[in-house]
């Protein structure tokens, strides 16, 4: 079953699973005589403990552990869904789980103890994000290079209603055209209208309604004039190795990874190549350069708004960014950081709970190690802590 290629899917690739950590928590160096102000998580999902960091809790594949989770969590307060991208696989809970909470069923898989991948109505291969709207399930099956669509909630590993990105569910053939994807690594529905990030192509798609039928062509691509280019670009109108999309249906947030920084469209466009409104984490359309600060990103993979606040995954400084408001201007500065100082945002180090610029030996309740999923419901904020094989919630 051929698997297409990403620079992140390689970087960060099942095989390359961090080792186990297993002493002491914030067992790095000399600590500081000053306490750092980091933000604890309320609950952990797929570890037994906060100290605990390593893929599917250092055994076999099981109903309790995750490895190198990637997209956001999906839940509409009852039900809960992970994507579990390192054992090919999406982890589907009756209610919002605990640390001892295992998954009440799988998609993708035959059972909750296998993890191969694979093409087929009830298979996946490195599926990189879960959402849930209008009681829709949508997953990105990146390594089968589609998009899924149950239109009620699955239970069981059932087959999905509909795929685009390809002409059937037995089908895995990447391309660059309306109608094909390359990688999706996120898939949302908002006011009746399909996006997906379409990683590889370096584009955002947009279906004007959701598609009822498979391999139904999308009706606007951003980041590209056409739909047959691919070129990774910059600028208000150009995108580079897209992740994560946050849309109300009304305004649109795309996580432009390759380029550090954060894509605001004050409308939701309904035609080709429109341009952005405002950047974030950068000083405008035309800077790319990697930072860290309280208006810096590194490699953002995850967003997510209630509305009015925007929280932004910021991988590569192991940490998540709180925006108060949607800008008005480009260069937004952040108003609080998960995962590190809250009294300074120059701290970029993984799992360095005592903030001493050493990375600790196990991870704690406050530490992030490549945030890559952000998602908020009632208040509460979910981060998906990759290199953690972990869910945290947070007091949103």
Not at 65 to 70: S, T
Not at 272 to 281: K, L, P
Request: charged share 15%; aromatic share 6%.
């Amino acid at each position: 079953m051929p698997v297409s290629s990403s620079p992140f899917r390689r970087l960060l690739a099942p095989s390359l699973l961090l080792s186990v950590l297993s002493l002491a928590a914030c067992g790095g160096g000399g600590g500081s005589d000053d306490t750092p102000d980091l933000i604890s998580a309320t609950r952990v999902i797929g570890q037994a403990d906060y100290v605990s960091g390593s893929a599917n809790r250092g055994g076999a594949v099981s109903a309790l552990g995750i490895a190198q989770p990637l997209g956001p969590i999906a839940t509409d307060g009852s039900r809960f869904f992970i994507a579990d991208y390192g054992n090919h696989r999406v982890l589907g809970y009756a209610e919002i789980p605990t640390a001892t909470t295992p998954a009440l069923f799988v998609l993708g898989q035959d059972s909750a103890a296998d993890s191969t991948p694979g093409t087929g109505p009830t298979r996946m291969a490195l599926p990189a994000s879960v959402a849930i709207a209008d009681g829709r399930l949508i997953v990105a099956d990146a390594g089968n290079n589609r998009v899924l669509i149950w239109n009620r909630l699955p239970v069981g590993n059932t087959p999905p209603d509909v795929v685009v990105g390809q002409v059937d569910l037995l089908t895995d053939d990447p391309g660059t055209a309306a109608d094909k994807l390359s990688f999706p690594v996120a898939a949302t529905i908002a006011n009746n209208r399909l996006i997906v990030s379409d990683q590889n192509n370096n584009r955002v798609l947009i279906w004007n309604t959701v598609p009822t039928a498979n391999g139904t062509p999308a009706d606007v691509v951003l980041g590209q004039q056409t739909f047959t280019t691919s070129v990774a670009d910059d600028e208000e109108d150009g995108l580079n190795s897209p992740a994560g999309i946050w849309s109300d249906g009304f305004r649109l947030l795309v996580a432009d990874s390759g380029n550090n920084r954060v894509l605001v469209w004050s409308q939701l466009p309904r035609s080709s190549g429109a341009n952005a409104s405002f950047v974030i984490g950068q000083s405008d359309f035309s800077r790319v350069t990697a930072g860290v600060g309280q208006g810096a990103l590194r490699t953002p993979f995850g967003v997510a708004s209630d509305g009015t606040r925007i929280w932004i995954a910021d991988s590569g400084n192991n940490r998540v960014l709180e925006f108060d408001a949607f800008p008005i201007a480009n260069n937004a500065l952040a108003v609080d950081v998960y995962g590190q100082d809250r009294d300074s945002f120059s701290a970029r180090l993984p799992n360095d709970d005592d903030q001493d610029g050493v990375t600790d030996d196990t991870p704690s309740a406050r530490t992030l190690s490549s945030a890559t999923g952000v998602s908020v419901f009632a208040n509460v904020l979910y981060v998906v802590d990759r290199n953690n094989h972990r869910v945290l919630a947070f007091p949103g």
